[in-house]
Structure formats: structure tokens, C-alpha cells
């Protein structure tokens, strides 16, 4: 896809002009702080996951952090995260002042085990928070019927799966919130910067508060009403005018991302020794980025490497990083898989003949 040198990134950002006209009206507009442009990308999400509320967040991390407290999470409580997962999961938690309870991952689909849920739920359990690794629901029908059983609150990290359909349903719009990240490696991206999707009114209020100083409706930073404990998360105008500006090209990279994941799932499906990681694309579910489970992870990552195609290896369990650190025996799956686990390249811009390509290195690899 870079005609330059010939490589295939793992995955490249774009910002491609649409962006410009918005972001041009909201500087000459001379309001660049969050307000009627950030209402409309808000609006926007709310059309694009079906809740009745966003609120607009400066990032994912902020976007569970915010959730939690919303959710009445603090000091005292417990919430369980899977121990696959980028470490702002956990680390949101941290913030709360709340106890991260790490839990193993499902084998087929690494999400959250829901047997690994189920006995990890104490009477102190306020909240539970399933990651759609890669844009995949994976288990998450089954996180929400035990958290309900429980009287549990669910916040998706929804991160890597805007507009992915599961089960029928937008991926965010299952829980009591669901969290959305723009960082630079997403779908879209605003630089940085996070969306809270709820159908919960009180929640939806509150999280309004949470991120403007406690007050319920825009102030003059004078004599305001603080209704409550809040600070400064806002999303501004000018990063939701580049966020409106990349919806334009939602749909299309979605399809893209579909289409190259068929391309990997229907030509590495033969191949012993390298398992596809499963979605539904058919029913909607939509990669962010294929990750295939290899036992050679690392020498398939360098042969693709040396070829021109950059690959992205999985992140460490959080269980072994130096803040949340444990043995290894509570977490079979995600000490096992971790080492294997391998995001191919996934860019948008791909084309069908650069997948094809990919594809053909992975089989040498494994002919060799
Ligand atoms: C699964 C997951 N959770 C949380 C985050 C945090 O989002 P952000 O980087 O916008 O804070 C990310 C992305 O970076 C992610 O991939």
C-alpha cells in the first residue's frame, strides 16, 4: 500500500481533508472549547451505537474512569477486569481508588472467562468491565446475565469496537455505560480523546457533572452551581470537528476492515499451527484488527517484519506488569496466549491484493 518502500503497516491513521472545513468553522467561530460541535458529535454517536446519551470525554481511559464513578465505584469495592487488555482497563479502576480484581480470559475469543467472573465475585463485586479485544463481543452475553444475576454494573470498554455489531446490538450499548476510545490506532480518531455512551438518564447527568466541575449545565466559570464533585474532562469543538470529519469515513473503513479480515480468515484457515481469532463479520461484528493465535509468534512476527509487513504483538497479561503484579497460576489462558497472540496487518487503506500478500508470507513462513 506504500508505494515508497512497499511496506504494510500494521495500522496507519488518516486524516483525509474532510476534517478541515469543521475545524476551520470552529476557529473561526472563536469558541474552541467544549460545546455546540462537540453536542453534534455526541449526537452523532448516539445515532451511529442507538443510546439515548454521549458525553463526550478527553480520552478511553477517562471514558472508564468517569463510568466507575458514575457507577458509584470507590473506595472499598471491587471490580473485576480481564487480564488481557490494554492496562488503561485496570488502571482506570486504580484511579477510583477501588481494588482491580484481574480475572483469565476465554480461550476461543480472549475475553473475559465468565467461569473466572462468575467465581471471582465477592459481596464487595460493584462493577464489572468486559474489553472487546480487537472490536469482538466474544463472551459478553454471558458477562451480562451473571453481572445482572448479581446485581453487578457493567461498563463496557467498548475501545476498539465502535459501530461492531454483536448478537443484533451495537457493542456499548449492552451495559450501564459503554467506552469509547479516538486514540490515533482507532477506527477514528480525534489525536486523543473518548466517548460514554448510556441509556441512563441519572447516569448521564451525572457524568455531565463529572466532567465540568460538578456542574450540571454549562456555566460562565463565575457564579456557577457546582451540584456536585466534578473536574475537567471536556472534549473540545476543535477535536469533535476532526472527530465529525472522520465519521464521513466510518462506514467505509469498517467495510475495509471486514473485508481484509475475510481475506485472512479465508485463506490462513488451512493452515496448521495458526488460528484466526473468530468474528462474526457476516452478522456485523467488525475488526478493529485481526489477531491470530500462533505458536511461533515471534518468529512469524520477525519473518513478516524482514518482508514488509509489520505486525503488532499482543500486550503482556496484566497480571505479570510491576502495579498489578501476581503469579501466573490464576491465569492459564492469558499466560499461555499472550506469547501467541498477533495482531496481522490491519490498516484500513489496505487493499484486497495487500492482504493477499500478507497472506502469501504467512503460508512460506510456514512452509519453511
Ligand atoms: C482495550 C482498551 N481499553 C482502553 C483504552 C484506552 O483508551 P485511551 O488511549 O483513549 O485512553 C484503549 C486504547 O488505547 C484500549 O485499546
Redesign the pocket.
Known amino acids: 500500500m506504500s508505494a515508497e518502500n512497499n511496506v504494510i503497516p500494521w495500522w496507519l491513521p488518516e486524516i483525509n481533508g474532510s476534517e478541515w472545513p469543521l475545524v476551520r468553522k470552529v476557529i473561526d467561530s472563536n469558541f474552541l472549547n467544549d460545546g455546540k460541535v462537540t453536542e453534534d458529535f455526541e449526537s452523532r454517536i448516539t445515532d451511529i451505537v442507538g443510546t439515548r446519551y454521549a458525553v463526550g470525554v478527553t480520552?478511553?481511559?477517562?471514558a472508564?474512569y468517569l463510568s466507575l464513578l458514575a457507577a458509584g465505584v470507590g473506595v472499598g469495592d471491587e471490580v473485576v477486569v480481564p487480564d488481557m487488555?490494554?492496562i488503561?482497563?485496570a488502571n482506570a479502576v486504580a484511579m477510583t481508588g477501588a481494588k482491580v480484581v484481574l480475572v483469565d480470559v476465554d480461550e476461543e475469543t480472549l475475553t473475559m472467562s465468565p467461569e473466572a467472573f462468575g467465581h471471582a465475585i465477592t459481596p464487595k463485586t460493584k462493577a464489572v468491565i468486559p474489553?472487546h479485544?480487537s472490536g469482538r463481543g466474544g463472551t459478553l452475553n454471558r458477562i451480562c446475565e451473571i453481572a445482572k444475576n448479581h446485581g453487578i454494573a457493567v461498563v463496557e470498554?467498548a475501545?476498539?469496537a465502535l459501530g461492531s455489531v454483536y448478537c443484533g446490538k451495537k457493542l456499548g450499548s449492552f451495559g450501564l455505560t459503554g467506552c469509547f476510545?479516538?486514540?490515533p490506532?482507532?477506527t477514528i480518531t480525534t489525536g486523543?480523546?473518548?466517548m460514554i455512551v448510556t441509556n441512563d438518564e441519572a447516569v448521564h447527568v451525572r457524568l455531565r457533572e463529572l466532567k465540568d466541575q460538578g456542574r450540571p449545565v454549562r456555566g460562565t466559570g463565575g457564579d456557577d452551581v457546582h451540584a456536585s464533585f466534578g473536574s475537567n474532562f471536556k472534549l473540545t469543538n476543535l477535536q469533535s470537528a476532526v472527530g465529525l470529519g472522520q465519521l464521513e469515513s466510518l462506514a467505509s473503513r469498517m467495510e475495509r476492515q471486514r473485508s481484509i479480515h475475510r481475506i485472512y480468515r479465508n485463506r490462513l484457515k488451512d493452515l496448521l499451527g495458526l488460528r484466526v481469532l473468530p468474528f462474526n463479520v457476516e452478522g456485523g461484528e467488525c475488526p478493529q484488527w485481526t489477531d491470530v493465535v500462533v505458536e511461533k509468534r515471534n518468529e512469524l512476527d520477525a519473518f513478516l517484519k524482514s518482508r514488509g509487513a509489520h505486525c503488532r504483538r499482543f500486550w503482556f497479561p496484566i497480571h505479570t506488569q510491576k502495579p498489578y503484579f501476581q503469579k501466573d497460576d490464576a491465569y492459564p489462558n492469558s499466560t499461555k496466549l499472550s506469547p501467541q497472540s498477533l495482531w496481522l496487518p490491519s490498516a484500513f487503506q489496505m487493499t484486497d491484493a495487500d492482504a493477499e500478500r500478507v497472506c502469501g508470507m504467512v503460508c512460506e513462513f510456514f512452509k519453511q
Request: without cysteine; negative net charge.
Open positions: 480520552s478511553g481511559t477517562t472508564l487488555t490494554f488503561a482497563t474489553v479485544v470498554d475501545a476498539e476510545s479516538f486514540s490506532n482507532k486523543q480523546g473518548g
